[in-house]
């Protein structure tokens, strides 16, 4: 979400960068290109939010992302993770 604002922060101040008196045509190019960019992000979130909606933190923060031989039998984690 942060990233959203930042590149829609962005976005704005450059295409106001351009509609001033001093205007480029990169400062357009860049503001139209940071603009898409927020609404790419936007997108990824809800595609990446609707991937993992049955995934709880709970199981995340259990969750071992790799295995260290000989302790993970007596651990008693199991996660989906686990490969």
Known sequence: MPSCVLAFGFGIWELKAYFSAEGRALDSGIGIGSCLAGI???IYERY???????????????ARLW?????????????????
Do not use: Q, T
């Open 40 to 42: 790419g992000l936007i």
């Open 48 to 62: 990446f939010l609707k991937k993992f909606k049955d995934v709880s933190y709970c199981e995340l923060r259990g």
């Open 67 to 83: 295995r260290v031989p000989g302790r993970h039998a007596e651990s008693g984690v199991v996660s989906r993770f686990d490969p």
